[in-house]
């Protein structure tokens, strides 16, 4: 998605915590771009986010084009999980082996000349999964993603029969406080510098939402209220982006600070 700074909704009122009322809960890697991703316990933060993050993509054969699960929303029941921790990989070296699991049970890696076939019959195109070389990654926007449970609580509280399961925002990182506070706490940090582990993050900015938010995926069903909500209350954001200021490492239970 194009590189957007939108102004959060003013009617979207909420409290505003220091960012150091906020722990680390959930890490979540995602090896191949618009699959189900693979939860960490720790992770380096580096100058294009966490190593192995969207090292992966399906691409189109035929226009060379990424497939998104924007038009293939088949992709998101696929999980992707690589064999090998990727951040060892040195500057230069492509995206290690990953393994695929279909919704049917199976398990394909990407090493399996099968893999080919298999994803263009679940997409309907002919389509192959390729790697990229370190450390680019297959990202529409900043390198990193943050998300609190304020902010799905206050998307709760809009819409109160939807299943605001974080998988459906596809944060990195997603953060809750000792409070419980309600609100989209996250806008009031953009343009701040944030600590998290021994990493700096910067250039913070609200993340835009497209139709994926409300696509049918593993046992969530399809949604579209979540996308009205979020036009509604909010100018389509929710999460936001960072980049990386200084390098570190991260673990779960690390507090941000200012």
Same mark, same amino acid.
């Given at each position: ?28 890697? =995602? ?8 939860? !960490? ?10 190593? @192995?993050?969207? &090292? ?7 226009? &060379? ?10 992709? %998101? ?19 290690? +082996?990953?393994?695929? @699991? /279909? +919704?049917? &049970? ?12 298999? !994803? ?17 990654? /297959?990202?529409?926007?900043?390198? !990193? ?18 299943? %605001? ?17 309600? @609100? /989209?706490?996250? /806008?009031?940090?953009? &343009?701040?510098?944030?600590? %998290?582990?021994?990493?700096? !993050?910067?250039?913070? =900015? *609200? ?8 696509? *049918? ?20 954001? %929710? ?20």
């Amino acid at each position: 998605m194009p590189h957007q700074t939108p102004k959060p909704d003013p009617k979207a009122e909420h409290a505003k915590p220091d960012p150091s009322q906020f722990t680390l809960t959930n890490i979540w890697r =995602y090896p191949v771009k618009s699959m189900q991703g693979e939860s !960490l316990e720790s992770t380096p933060i580096t100058s294009s986010g966490i190593p @192995g993050d969207r &090292g992966w993509a399906v691409v189109e054969t035929q226009t &060379g084009k990424t497939a998104s699960a924007t038009r293939y929303r088949q992709l %998101l029941n696929c999980k992707a999980t690589y064999r090998n921790d990727p951040s060892t990989l040195a500057l230069g070296a492509t995206s290690p +082996e990953v393994l695929i @699991g /279909f +919704e049917n &049970g199976d398990t394909l890696s990407s090493q399996d000349p099968k893999l080919k076939e298999r !994803l263009s019959d679940l997409l309907g195109i002919e389509c192959t999964l390729k790697p990229c070389p370190t450390p680019t990654h /297959f990202i529409d926007d900043s390198p !990193l993603n943050l998300l609190t449970r304020a902010s799905l609580r206050q998307m709760q509280s809009f819409s109160p029969t939807s299943i %605001l399961d974080p998988r459906r925002f596809r944060p990195n990182f997603l953060f809750e406080d000792s409070q419980n506070h309600t @609100g /989209f706490i996250e /806008f009031d940090w953009s &343009g701040m510098n944030l600590k %998290l582990g021994s990493a700096t !993050l910067s250039s913070i =900015y *609200p993340c835009v939402r497209c139709i994926m938010t409300t696509h *049918p995926q593993m046992e969530l069903p399809q949604d579209s209220n979540i996308m009205k909500t979020m036009i509604r209350e909010s100018n389509k954001n %929710l999460s936001i982006y960072a980049s990386v200021e200084t390098e570190g490492h991260t673990k779960l239970g690390d507090m941000l600070g200012l």
